[in-house]
Nanobody, 124 residues
Framework: QVQLVESGGGSVQSGGSLRLSCAAS????????MAWFRQGPGKEREGVAA???????KYVDSVKGRFTISRDIAKNTQYLQMNSLKPEDTAKYYC??????????????????WGQGTQVTVSS
């Protein structure tokens, strides 16, 4: 069982930056892929970014060029650097991990372990 804890959310103005972190309780290591999802008010949960064990990444079109996903395997931690934030990025952000080395599918049902979420609010 893997437990995930997100941190780094908060409130920023449009154009600002935030860095989210997600620490795993167990040594998931390189055999796990990791991802970030978000869910805005009244919206379905959507995939934002994923990274596999080789460091390959995938992003939803709306965040390409603004968000960067990364991971530190030694620290069992993944990150989401968010720049040029927009009001439409406002959502609760969740990290997820899956015991699969090359999973880059941004569909929530493909991911087993989830954090509790951290709120990101972007004001105009």
């Amino acid at each position: 069982q893997v437990q995930l804890v997100e941190s780094g959310g908060g409130s920023v103005q449009s154009g600002g930056s935030l860095r989210l972190s997600c620490a795993a309780s167990a040594a998931s290591g390189y055999r796990y892929s990791m991802a970030w999802f978000r869910q805005g008010p009244g919206k379905e949960r959507e995939g934002v970014a994923a990274i596999d064990s080789d460091g390959n990444t995938k992003y939803v079109d709306s965040v390409k060029g603004r968000f960067t996903i990364s991971r530190d395997i030694a620290k069992n931690t993944q990150y989401l650097q968010m720049n040029s934030l927009k009001p439409e990025d406002t959502a609760k952000y969740y990290c997820a991990t899956e015991p699969a080395r090359w999973l880059l599918i941004l569909t929530p049902t493909r991911w087993t372990y989830w954090g509790q979420g951290t709120q990101v609010t972007v004001s105009s």
